[in-house]
C-alpha cells in the first residue's frame, strides 16, 4: 500500500502510455471497468495473493494469481521484467509493494 492510503496498481499506470492503457482508452470507460473487475477478482478470500501483472495484455486477461500465501512475512517476490510486474493483494483489496513486503519480512 502505498503512503497516502491509495492503491498504486489500482488502475493501469495512467502516466506511462502501454498497450495495455492503449487498449483500455480505446474501449472507454468500459476497459476501466474490466481493469477493475478483473483486479478484484485478484482478492483472495484469505491471507495473501500474489499477482502477475502483464502490461501487454489488455483489461481482462493482464493478471495471473501465481501464489497464495498465509501471512505477508512469507510472500516472495519474483524480480520484475520489462512490461511484467508484481504485486500482492489481500481480502479487502489493499495493495502491497515490495517494499511492503520486505518490511513485513523483518
Known amino acids: 500500500m502505498v503512503e497516502d492510503g491509495t492503491d498504486e496498481y489500482a488502475t ?3 502516466e506511462e502510455s502501454t498497450p495495455g492503457n492503449a487498449a483500455a482508452e480505446d474501449e472507454g470507460p468500459d476497459g476501466f471497468e474490466t481493469a477493475r473487475e478483473e483486479r478484484e477478482s485478484m482478492y483472495p478470500m484469505t491471507g495473501y495473493a500474489l499477482v502477475r501483472i502483464e502490461y ?5 486477461e493482464a493478471l495471473t494469481e501465481v501464489a497464495h500465501y ?22 479487502d483489496g489493499n495493495a502491497y509493494r515490495r517494499a511492503d ?4 519480512q523483518e
Not at 498465509?70 to 481480502?91: F, I, K, N, Q, S
Not at 513486503?101 to 513485513?104: H, P, Q, R, S
Request: charged share 25%; glycine share 8%; aromatic share 8%.
Open 56 to 60: 501487454q495484455e489488455p483489461p481482462g
Open 12 to 14: 493501469w499506470d495512467e
Open 70 to 91: 498465509g501471512r505477508l512475512g512469507d510472500v516472495e517476490l519474483p524480480d520484475p521484467a520489462p512490461m511484467t510486474a508484481y504485486v500482492v493483494y489481500d481480502a
Open 101 to 104: 513486503v520486505e518490511a513485513a
